[in-house]
């Protein structure tokens, strides 16, 4: 039985933790601080967990450098459970606003007011999706599924990345086919986990231009979180699962801009337009009324996580997230300089301007070479390889807690291999 020290794991999530977060962790999961009971039996309402959560979100504002008019909610689900609180909350915004608008013309005439928006919303609502990989994909489809009732326009794919029913690539900007009166909002997964596409920067044509109604701008930040820098300011809603950068299985953080969550319409009139009204575990001013604890939240979670946060502060300074930026690009380069010296044998899946640098997709050369590459990947200890199982292939899956002498071992194992190989 190997040793923890011995295997380096390169799963896409549930991802590595770093190791004192480990061993802390056992340590509180049997006696958190002397208390006499685990992490995981304590009350999610006990000051203890009142402290956890104030903790761990005053390092993740520091982290981010997250702005007072922005509001962090621990939430469940998943990513996927936010593909679904995404289009409640945010339809429901839009709603909102119009109703608003419609009244301040009309007065009191309720059902004129109703007449009014009901129209607007068939005609005129819109979604934006940019759809780049898998995940962004089952986003969209999500919401075509909670709006079909209503009208299949209504979702606009803005950009289909496939090339040959394919993932792989980010397609110009000026080929996007944005929704020219603004959207509710426009949705983007910033890193593919699945295909190994990442956008390299914030989209320049998302971006808030002076004297034009601003655009609502999502981000699926699961499985790129806390690998660089971040500018919240430009985005409404940034969410992420936190199995993969921040800690393990069960929390979803959610940053959210705090005027959405006062932009709320009646549940009667979002009913009476046609709407849903957001299921109560998914509404964001439910959520962030409650402090995160309308239901009970995994209070040992969202240590794990406030851990890996504080864990990153101390490591980087002042640096913050732009150490741990560098040290992310570093070690994704020590991969991808292997498979670009042997394209005789690797070849990475995605355009080279949009590489991942969390998850590093390839195949090798043929599919028996590529069981080779497995089971000798596994003899040396390099597990968590292969790729997702709907479309196959080699991930090397990058995350933060990855350390450099790991990517250092699989390097050399992929040189190694690549030798022998010809």
């Known amino acids: 039985m190997p040793a923890r020290s011995e295997v380096s794991y390169f799963g896409a999530g ?11 962790g056992a340590r509180a ?10 992490l995981a039996e304590i009350s999610h309402r006990s000051p203890m967990a009142t402290k956890i959560l104030a903790d761990t979100k005053d390092a993740l504002v520091s982290l981010l450098d997250i702005p007072d008019n922005y509001e962090l909610l621990f939430m469940h689900g998943g990513g996927s459970g936010e593909f679904s609180a995404v ?14 608008a419609a009244e301040k013309e009309l007065g009191d005439d309720q059902e004129a007011i109703l007449q009014r928006v009901r129209k607007e919303l068939r005609e005129e609502l819109r979604l934006d999706y940019l759809v780049t990989g898998s995940w962004s994909l089952k986003a969209s489809q999500e919401a075509a599924r909670l709006l079909e009732p209503l009208e299949s326009r209504i979702v606009n794919v ?8 394919k993932f792989g690539a980010i397609p110009p900007e000026h080929d996007w086919n944005l929704t020219p009166t603004k959207s509710a909002f426009v949705y983007y997964c910033d890193n593919e986990t699945v295909d190994g596409v990442e956008f390299p920067s914030f989209p320049k044509s998302l971006e808030s231009k002076a004297g034009e109604e601003e655009r609502l701008v999502v981000a699926d930040m699961s499985s790129n979180f806390l690998s ?5 300011n430009k985005h409404a809603v940034i969410f992420g699962g936190a199995q993969k950068n921040i800690g393990i299985t069960d929390v979803t953080l959610v940053i959210v801009r705090k005027d959405l969550l006062t932009t709320v319409p009646p549940a009667s009139f979002l009913h009476a337009v046609g709407v849903w009204s957001p299921p109560v575990v998914l509404s964001w001013p439910v959520i962030a009324k409650n402090n995160s604890l309308y239901n009970t939240m995994p209070i040992f979670s969202i240590w794990i996580a406030g851990e890996v946060m504080r864990g990153l502060l101390s490591t980087h300074g002042n640096a913050k997230l732009a150490g741990q930026e560098a040290l992310s690009n570093a070690k994704a380069e020590t991969i991808y300089r292997i498979l670009d010296a042997n394209p005789d044998i690797y070849q990475p899946v995605n355009h080279k301007d949009v590489r991942s640098r969390m998850n590093i997709c390839f195949r090798v ?10 089971a000798g990947a596994e003899k040396r200890f390099l597990q968590g390889l292969k790729g997702h199982r709907s479309v ?6 990058n995350y933060n807690a990855v350390p450099m002498e790991n990517v250092q071992k699989l390097a050399e194992y992929m040189a190694d291999f690549a030798q022998r190989k010809r």
Not at 14 to 24: K, M
Not at 29 to 38: A, C, I, K, M, T
Not at 365 to 374: A, I, N
Request: zero cysteines; aromatic letters at 8%.
């Open 158 to 165: 803005a950009t289909d990345a496939r090339q040959d029913g």
């Open 29 to 38: 999961f049997v006696n958190y601080e002397d208390s006499g009971l685990s």
């Open 228 to 232: 660089r820098q971040v500018d919240v």
């Open 365 to 374: 050369k043929d599919s028996e070479t590529e069981k080779e590459f497995l």
């Open 87 to 100: 289009v409640f909350n945010l339809v429901a915004v839009w709603v909102e606003k119009r109703r608003r």
């Open 392 to 397: 196959g292939g080699i991930r090397a899956s």
């Open 14 to 24: 549930p991802a590595p933790l770093p190791h004192p977060v480990v061993q802390a």
